[in-house]
């Protein structure tokens, strides 16, 4: 059955992803998540209350990942997802979230060697079901100012 077929290959390239992220993020504080026809890479506390600049930890990590993704899985979609914390308004949140987003996918762009249609960029804000702390802000809230990176093999 070609469809079965296609499931176990795209299930390979998950298996080879995330066996290649856990050797070259075991330095960083993050987590690798395995959903269907995906892999989730969490990173935690990157972003200072109310900026969206890249710290050098982050760009070290993204580094690495660029250099995971065009050496074995080019053909995939990353997915940067970002994230606050719930101080601000919702829509300014929103927006905040998108900036980060933004901040890493051109980072990933420019620095990492990705091409621009391999990489997007989403805003969950603080939307409260994504919160590492739920309802933390300032110092407290450093765990929901983050990027999540999602990659997708899936279509």
Request: no cysteine; proline share 1%.
């Amino acid at each position: 059955n070609k469809l079965q077929s296609n499931d176990a290959q795209m299930q390979q390239q998950i298996d080879s992803l995330a066996a290649d992220m856990k050797q070259r993020f075991a330095k960083y504080d993050a987590t690798l998540t395995e959903m269907q026809g995906r892999l989730r890479v969490d990173t935690v506390a990157h972003f200072d209350f109310n900026k969206a600049d890249l710290n050098d930890q982050d760009k070290a990590m993204l580094q690495d990942f660029a250099q995971v993704m065009q050496g074995h899985h080019a053909n995939a979609v990353v997915t940067v997802e970002g994230f606050t914390d719930p101080a601000g308004s919702r829509a300014y949140n929103q927006r905040l979230g998108l900036k980060r987003a933004d901040a890493v996918r051109d980072y990933l762009v420019s620095s990492g060697g990705m091409t621009a249609s391999q990489v997007r960029a989403v805003s969950y804000g603080e939307a409260s079901n994504r919160q590492v702390q739920p309802g933390a802000t300032r110092d407290s809230g450093s765990d929901n100012r983050r990027v999540a990176l999602v990659v997708d093999f899936a279509g």
